[in-house]
């Protein structure tokens, strides 16, 4: 079908015939995601009141993203001339709602939506203020300092922090010799004594 061909029948729904039938249905097979095609087709074989109708219609709603446009574009005749309206408004609840032209507003108001909206956005500022203020107000935990490993002190390393004029850490080092070897306690303790007359 001619590009030119298919804007025509998309103007003129009204030019669908026996002859157009063929080429839509053969456009749908070619490309069955195209939703115009569907709605020419499906208006096509409305209009020729083909028994196909009711089996081409169930394939083509699922490839139709808005229903109510494609229901408006197979009911246009019979809703300008105020056919159906009076005839079904009883039957189906719906069909004042697919009925009226333009109408294609869900399940609430424009005004209601940005309401639900602003109160999601402040639902969630709520949440991430009382998130970090929980963590401003936490009270601080205090990892326990880890014990040191006494069984690596050497009287060599005990030499070497005094050395070093690290006189704190070579006092610790003969505090755990002395009692790691009892037997030398007396020796230590006379160590001690020199390094803390030497930070004195």
Do not use: C
Request: charged share 35%; no cysteine.
């Amino acid at each position: 079908m001619q590009k030119e061909t298919f804007y025509n029948y998309l103007n003129h729904p009204e030019k669908l015939n026996e002859d157009s039938l063929p080429e839509l249905k053969k456009l749908v097979e070619g490309y069955p995601t195209f939703q115009a095609a569907w709605i020419l087709l499906l208006k096509n074989l409305k209009m020729l009141d083909h028994p196909e109708f009711d089996s081409y219609l169930q394939k083509g709603a699922i490839r139709i993203g808005d229903r109510r446009k494609l229901y408006h574009f197979l009911h246009r005749e019979e809703m300008a001339a105020g056919a159906l309206p009076d005839v079904l408004a009883d039957e189906d609840p719906l069909v004042k709602e697919y009925m009226t032209p333009g109408f294609y507003q869900l399940s609430e108001r424009k005004e209601d939506r940005e309401e639900s909206l602003i109160d999601l956005i402040r639902s969630i500022r709520k949440k991430e203020a009382k998130k970090v203020l929980d963590e401003v107000e936490a009270p601080v935990k205090h990892e326990p300092e880890e014990k040191a490993d006494h069984s690596l002190v050497t009287e060599t390393l005990a030499r070497i922090y005094a050395q070093q004029k690290h006189y704190q850490k070579a006092i610790e080092a003969y505090e755990n010799l002395s009692l790691k070897f009892p037997e030398k306690s007396t020796y230590f303790a006379g160590q001690i004594e020199k390094l803390k007359k030497l930070m004195n």
